[in-house]
């Protein structure tokens, strides 16, 4: 007796936000911090229990598509790092932030 079943592909629980950063399913979890966590080597299961607002489904389909699509979302990282420079650079400038430590324990003493 042989079982058939027909076989399904699942869908990617990524979706762009109103920011334009990609999120998980219906969660506000970035897939900047989900890969964070992959990346220094945590676990799918360990993710889980990080953001217990995700399946372990979902976290384990972000991994596949992540390695199925490696060079595009590496990508699409390293743009984010870099606007995030360019944002903290531009802060610090417009905020006159250069040096605040040094002036604020000065104003201490």
Do not use: C
């Not at 964070?36 to 990080?50: C, K, N, V």
């Not at 596949?64 to 590496?74: F, G, K, S, V």
């Amino acid at each position: 007796m042989s079982i058939q079943f027909e076989f399904q592909a699942t869908t990617s629980p990524l979706r762009w936000d109103e920011a334009g950063g990609i999120r998980i399913s219906q969660s506000r979890v970035t897939l900047d911090s989900l890969l964070a966590a992959y990346h220094i080597g945590s676990t799918p299961e360990e993710i889980a229990l990080q953001y217990d607002v995700l399946s372990l489904s979902e976290i384990y389909a972000t991994i596949a598509y992540y390695l199925t699509h490696r060079q595009q979302i590496d990508n699409y990282l390293e743009q984010r790092r870099q606007n995030a420079q360019q944002y903290r650079q531009k802060l610090t400038q417009d905020n006159n932030l250069v040096n605040l430590r040094e002036r604020l324990l000065a104003r201490h003493q």
